[in-house]
Every structure is written in C-alpha cells, then in structure tokens.
C-alpha cells in the first residue's frame, strides 16, 4: 500500500470500500472502457480528502501498450467537444503555444491548429500517438519530462488526464515549468463531490481502473498551490458523444436496453451530455 498521500503528502490514508481486480492491463487504460464501478484499492487521506489508488502499480507503462480503436471511431464528437472546450478559453489569442499532455491520437491540437495556435501534444500510447503522427499531427511518444518538448508555453492543457497519474503534483510541476511567466494550466478532471457521484456511490461512471486519482475542486486546488498556481475561475465542461456510444453504455446501468442499444450501435447523431460531474479549472502562476 502506497503510505503518502500524493497532493498534501499526509502519512493516513484510510481504506475506502471498493474491490481490487490485481495488476493493470492496457486494455483496463482503454479511454473507451466502459467497466465502471471497478478500482483498485483505495484510500482516503485524512488531512485533505484525497482519494488514491494504493496498489496500481506501473501505470505509465500499461499506457504505452495501451490500443483503443473505439476511441478513434468516436472522434468526430470528441472534435466537437475538444472544439468547444478551447473556444472557452477566453486567454486563446492567434499564434499562441499550447501543449495537450496526455494527447491520445490528437483530436484537441488539430483542433488548436485549425484556430491559429502553435499546438504541440505528448502521448505515452504508442499506438494512438502513431495514429495522430499518421494525420500529420505533432504528437511525440512519451510523458513529461520529454526531450524533445522544450518550452515555453502560453496554454499547458491536461484534459483528463490528472486522474490517470500516479504522483499528479509531479506532473503539475512539469507543466509549470515549461509555462510562459504569465502562462495558463487547465485542468479537467472527475469531480467526487459531485452530485452524481455522492448519488451513485461505488457505481459512478467514473470510478474505473484506469482512474487512480480522485480529486474535488479543494484537492486540485492544493495540488495546483504546491506548484505556485492559484485557480482563475472553474466550470462544468459539456461532453459529446454519438447516441450509439452513449446507448451501448447506458446499458451498463439499464440492462433492459441491451436490445436498442444493438439495433442504434452505428447511430452518428451527436448529443452533447453534461451531468455536471466534471472539473474544468484555470490555473495561473501566482
């Protein structure tokens, strides 16, 4: 059991009722994997709240190995909302530098390009980074710290991506060192102390395996704190998704519509989803 705290470094961490299904694999990294409620084992730091995996071993290298062709079939609603989420970014100006850690096969930098700025992304998939570079897109293979990613950056984007990562205080302190001086991080992440997630308990939609940290707006503050960043402003991104993907995995909840969800499984109609459970936070050096 991993005895630290990772955002505050506190020694208590108490177990949170959950189940344990052993090592990792990279199909449990999968961005489309639909096993929700399964985690490794958790804890709770007593000191900040924070919530981590304690037994999840070396994820990094279970994303390198990591395939996800469904993610791939799902990328014109993932450009739409990776559209979305940079047009509300009020800091974007023409010609700015922006880096997407954790860029999977590069939906949010083609989308950075088509708007003027100088994208760059960083994906450990060797597989879905092979797949941005097939588009012609600046994608490297790997994590921070990268060799070849030299800075600095206007806008450091990390789109659930800080859930992901074992030690985020470490990741968030890259970031911030590869930030122009009056430079922005933003964050999207799962937020525990949601509604949905007070309301489903172990059966929320975002306690996965691939997930390994859980934060709250407090706990993402703290982190972002210890790094010498403090919040500008925060809200609640909108997700969107064709009605086949959404239906395939309502079925996980709703048995019953394993039958419509066959019959719509190529449906392309977009629906824009927000259930109000999601963080997306500005960070700015203080």
């Not at 705290?5 to 052993?22: A, E, I």
């Not at 924070?50 to 469904?70: H, I, N, P, S």
């Not at 700025?117 to 597989?127: I, M």
């Not at 190529?266 to 109000?276: A, E, H, Y």
């Amino acid at each position: 059991m991993d005895g630290r705290c990772w955002v505050c470094d506190g020694s208590d961490l108490r177990p949170v009722p959950g189940t344990s299904s052993g090592a990792l694999t990279p199909d449990d990294v999968r961005i489309s994997d639909s096993v929700y409620g399964t985690t490794g084992q958790l804890g709770r730091c007593i000191a900040c709240g924070f919530v981590q995996c304690t037994d999840a071993g070396d994820v990094l290298a279970r994303y390198a190995g990591m395939e996800d062709a469904a993610y791939e079939e799902s990328r014109v609603p993932r450009a739409l909302q990776m559209r979305r989420l940079l047009g509300g970014l009020r800091e974007l100006r023409p010609d700015m530098r922006l880096l997407d850690v954790g860029a999977a096969s590069g939906i949010l930098v083609e989308e950075a390009l088509r708007l003027g700025l100088r994208a760059d992304g960083v994906e450990p998939s060797v597989w879905l980074s092979a797949r941005a570079r097939e588009r012609g897109l600046p994608v490297l293979t790997g994590a921070l710290p990268h060799p070849a990613l030299k800075g600095p950056y206007d806008i450091v984007m990390l789109v659930d991506i800080i859930e992901h990562v074992e030690r985020p205080v470490e990741l968030l302190r890259q970031a911030r060192e590869l930030l122009t001086g009056t430079g922005r991080i933003v964050v999207v992440t799962p937020d525990r102390s949601s509604w949905a997630a007070r309301l489903m308990g172990r059966r929320w939609w975002h306690y996965r395996r691939a997930h390994i940290g859980y934060f709250d707006l407090n706990t993402l503050d703290l982190a972002m704190r210890r790094v010498g960043m403090v919040r500008k402003r925060w809200s609640r991104p909108s997700w969107y998704f064709t009605l086949g993907y959404l239906l395939q995995r309502a079925v996980v909840y709703l048995p019953w519509l394993r039958a419509t969800a066959a019959r719509h499984a190529r449906q392309s109609t977009i629906v824009p989803l927000n259930l109000r459970d999601s963080i997306l936070a500005v960070y700015a050096p203080a």
